[in-house]
C-alpha cells in the first residue's frame, strides 16, 4: 500500500518524538552516570568523542544502505539499534563499556538522521509547502516531554534508569506504526533513481556546502551542548566550581543541606532543559509560517539574535529565574537552524539528488555529539559559564551572514528551474 504525504508526515513526526523523548530523559540524568564512574568531564566526554567517531565512520556508507534497503527500512533498523543500546547504554557497570556503547550510538545515528531528513523532505515536496520544522517539532517536544518527566522522576527521589526503560519500550511498540505510515521508496525520487551516486571528495569539498555545513555544525553544536551540558552548568552556577563527585548513593552519608542542594541541582538542570526544548518545540512548530512569511534567511537571522541574547542572559550571573530564561531564548534562536538548512541542502545546485543532505545531516550529528567533547575539556578547565558565553560566537555569525549565503542558494535554484523548463 502506497502511503500518502500526510501519513508519512505523521510518521515521521512520531519518530522524532520518540528519539527526542528518549534524550530528554536521559540527558538530565548523565551527571549521575559520570558521577557513578567517579570521573571528571574531561574523562566522561570521551563518551561523547566515541560517538561522534562512530557517526563519522558510518557516514560513508549510510547513503548505499539507504540505496540498499531504502529511507523506510533504515529508519525501522537504525531505530531498533539504537532504542536497544540505549537501554544498556544508561545502565554501563563500567565507563569502558559505556564508551563502547557510545560508539555504537554513532554507528547508528549517521544511517538514521539521513534516512529520515530524506523522508522529510520528501514529504514537504509532495505537500507542496514548509512543513520540514514542524516535523523536527516533534524532536523537539519529545525532548521537553522526556526532560519534565525525568525532573519530576528526580524530585519524587526515584532511579531515572527506570524511566528510561520504560520509554524505551513505548519507542519499541510504536515502530510498526511508524514503519507502515512512511513513504515507500518509489515515492522518493532520490532512491527511485537506477545508480546511485558515490559520496566523492569533491561533493564534501563543494565550497557552498561547507558554508552550509558551518551553519549546521552551529546549530547543532548549540543543540548538542545545552542539551549535554546544561545540567553540569546548572550544577556549577548551584554547587560552584570544582564541586566534589559524590555519587547518588553516597548521598544519604552528606549533610541534609549538602544532599538536598545536590538534589535540587539535579532538578534544577532537567527543568533547564525543559525550557530549552520547550521553546525549540514552539520556534520549531511555528517554524514553517515563519518561513513563509519572512524566508529562511529571515528566520535564521532572527533567530541568531535571540540566541546570542540567551547565551548572555545564561553567562551573567543574576537570579536562577533569568538563567532559565537564558536557556529558553537559546531553544527559540537555535530551532530552526537544523530543518532549514537540512532542506536548503537538499537542492544545492550542481550536486546529484540525496549528495548535499547526506553529507549535511551526518556533519551536523558529529557536531552535535563531537562539539559537546571540546565543551566538556573546556568546561573542567575554564568552567562552564565561561565555556558557554564564548559559543554566542555561532549563532551571531549566522545572523550576520545568512541573508548572503542563502540568497545564492535561491539564485542557484532558480536557475536550475529555468534550466529545466528549456
Same mark, same amino acid.
Given at each position: 500500500?502506497?502511503?500518502?504525504?500526510?501519513?508519512?508526515?505523521?510518521?515521521?513526526?512520531?519518530?522524532?518524538?520518540?528519539?527526542?523523548?528518549? =534524550?530528554?530523559?536521559?540527558?538530565?540524568?548523565?551527571?549521575?552516570?559520570?558521577?557513578?564512574?567517579?570521573?571528571?568531564?574531561?574523562?566522561?566526554?570521551?563518551?561523547?568523542?566515541?560517538?561522534?567517531?562512530?557517526?563519522?565512520?558510518?557516514?560513508?556508507?549510510?547513503?548505499?544502505?539507504?540505496?540498499?534497503?531504502?529511507?523506510?527500512?533504515?529508519?525501522?533498523?537504525? %531505530?531498533?539499534?539504537?532504542?536497544?543500546?540505549?537501554?544498556?547504554?544508561?545502565?554501563?557497570?563500567?565507563?569502558?563499556?559505556?564508551?563502547?556503547?557510545?560508539?555504537?550510538?554513532?554507528?547508528?545515528?549517521?544511517?538514521?538522521?539521513?534516512?529520515?531528513?530524506?523522508?522529510?523532505?520528501?514529504?514537504?515536496?509532495?505537500?507542496?509547502?514548509?512543513?520540514?520544522?514542524?516535523?523536527?517539532?516533534?524532536? %523537539?517536544?519529545?525532548?521537553?516531554?522526556?526532560?519534565?518527566?525525568?525532573?519530576?522522576?528526580?524530585?519524587?527521589?526515584?532511579?531515572?534508569?527506570?524511566?528510561?526503560?520504560?520509554?524505551?519500550?513505548?519507542?519499541?511498540?510504536?515502530?510498526?506504526?511508524?514503519?507502515?505510515?512512511?513513504?515507500?521508496?518509489?515515492?522518493?525520487?532520490?532512491?527511485?533513481?537506477?545508480?546511485?551516486?558515490?559520496?566523492?571528495?569533491?561533493?564534501?569539498?563543494?565550497?557552498?556546502? =561547507?558554508?552550509?555545513?558551518?551553519?549546521?555544525?552551529?546549530?547543532?553544536?548549540?543543540?548538542?551542548?545545552?542539551?549535554?551540558?546544561?545540567?553540569?552548568?546548572?550544577?556549577?552556577?548551584?554547587?560552584?566550581?570544582?564541586?566534589?563527585?559524590?555519587?547518588?548513593?553516597?548521598?544519604?552519608?552528606?549533610?541534609?543541606?549538602?544532599?538536598?542542594?545536590?538534589?535540587?541541582?539535579?532538578?534544577?538542570?532537567?527543568?533547564?532543559?525543559?525550557?530549552?526544548?520547550?521553546?525549540?518545540?514552539?520556534?520549531?512548530?511555528?517554524?514553517?509560517?515563519?518561513?513563509?512569511?519572512?524566508?529562511?534567511?529571515?528566520?535564521?537571522?532572527?533567530?541568531?539574535?535571540?540566541?546570542?541574547?540567551?547565551?548572555?542572559?545564561?553567562?551573567?550571573?543574576?537570579?536562577?529565574?533569568?538563567?532559565? =530564561?537564558?536557556?529558553?531564548?537559546?531553544?527559540?534562536?537555535?530551532?530552526?537552524?537544523?530543518?532549514?538548512?537540512?532542506?536548503?541542502?537538499?537542492?544545492?545546485?550542481?550536486?546529484?539528488?540525496?549528495?548535499?543532505?547526506?553529507?549535511?545531516?551526518?556533519?551536523?550529528?558529529?557536531?552535535?555529539?563531537?562539539?559537546?567533547?571540546?565543551?566538556?575539556?573546556?568546561?573542567?578547565?575554564?568552567?562552564?559559564?565561561?565555556?558557554?558565553?564564548?559559543?554566542?560566537?555561532?549563532?551571531?555569525?549566522?545572523?550576520?551572514?545568512?541573508?548572503?549565503?542563502?540568497?545564492?542558494?535561491?539564485?542557484?535554484? %532558480?536557475?536550475?528551474?529555468?534550466?529545466?523548463?528549456?
Amino acid at each position: 500500500m502506497t502511503a500518502t504525504p500526510q501519513s508519512a508526515r505523521f510518521s515521521v513526526s512520531l519518530i522524532f518524538l520518540i528519539y527526542g523523548t528518549l =534524550i530528554g530523559s536521559y540527558l538530565p540524568y548523565l551527571p549521575f552516570v559520570k558521577d557513578r564512574f567517579g570521573i571528571g568531564e574531561s574523562a566522561f566526554s570521551m563518551g561523547f568523542l566515541f560517538g561522534a567517531i562512530g557517526a563519522l565512520v558510518s557516514l560513508p556508507l549510510a547513503p548505499w544502505i539507504i540505496k540498499q534497503i531504502g529511507t523506510r527500512r533504515a529508519v525501522l533498523l537504525m %531505530s531498533v539499534l539504537y532504542l536497544g543500546t540505549v537501554g544498556f547504554l544508561i545502565a554501563a557497570p563500567t565507563f569502558v563499556v559505556f564508551v563502547a556503547l557510545f560508539l555504537l550510538v554513532g554507528l547508528t545515528i549517521s544511517t538514521w538522521e539521513i534516512a529520515v531528513n530524506s523522508q522529510a523532505s520528501a514529504i514537504e515536496d509532495q505537500m507542496g509547502r514548509p512543513v520540514i520544522s514542524s516535523i523536527h517539532g516533534f524532536w %523537539s517536544l519529545g525532548t521537553f516531554i522526556g526532560a519534565a518527566l525525568m525532573a519530576g522522576w528526580l524530585a519524587l527521589k526515584l532511579n531515572g534508569v527506570w524511566l528510561i526503560w520504560g520509554l524505551i519500550g513505548l519507542g519499541f511498540l510504536a515502530l510498526p506504526t511508524v514503519y507502515n505510515g512512511m513513504l515507500r521508496r518509489e515515492q522518493i525520487p532520490a532512491e527511485s533513481t537506477t545508480e546511485a551516486a558515490p559520496l566523492k571528495l569533491k561533493y564534501m569539498l563543494y565550497p557552498p556546502l =561547507i558554508a552550509l555545513a558551518f551553519y549546521m555544525v552551529a546549530g547543532y553544536m548549540l543543540e548538542g551542548t545545552f542539551q549535554d551540558w546544561g545540567a553540569l552548568l546548572i550544577r556549577e552556577l548551584m554547587l560552584g566550581r570544582g564541586a566534589e563527585i559524590v555519587p547518588e548513593h553516597l548521598w544519604s552519608l552528606l549533610p541534609v543541606e549538602e544532599a538536598e542542594l545536590r538534589r535540587r541541582a539535579a532538578v534544577s538542570g532537567a527543568i533547564a532543559l525543559a525550557f530549552f526544548t520547550a521553546t525549540m518545540t514552539i520556534g520549531r512548530l511555528s517554524g514553517d509560517l515563519a518561513v513563509a512569511r519572512i524566508g529562511r534567511a529571515g528566520t535564521l537571522q532572527i533567530g541568531g539574535v535571540i540566541a546570542v541574547i540567551g547565551i548572555v542572559l545564561v553567562y551573567l550571573p543574576s537570579h536562577q529565574l533569568l538563567t532559565f =530564561i537564558g536557556f529558553a531564548c537559546v531553544g527559540l534562536g537555535t530551532a530552526n537552524i537544523a530543518p532549514q538548512v537540512i532542506k536548503t541542502a537538499d537542492s544545492t545546485p550542481g550536486l546529484p539528488a540525496g549528495i548535499a543532505i547526506s553529507i549535511i545531516t551526518a556533519v551536523g550529528f558529529v557536531a552535535f555529539l563531537g562539539g559537546p567533547v571540546t565543551i566538556g575539556f573546556s568546561g573542567e578547565r575554564y568552567g562552564f559559564r565561561l565555556t558557554f558565553l564564548a559559543l554566542a560566537i555561532f549563532p551571531l555569525v549566522l545572523a550576520l551572514t545568512a541573508g548572503m549565503l542563502l540568497r545564492w542558494f535561491e539564485r542557484g535554484r %532558480s536557475r536550475m528551474h529555468d534550466e529545466s523548463q528549456d
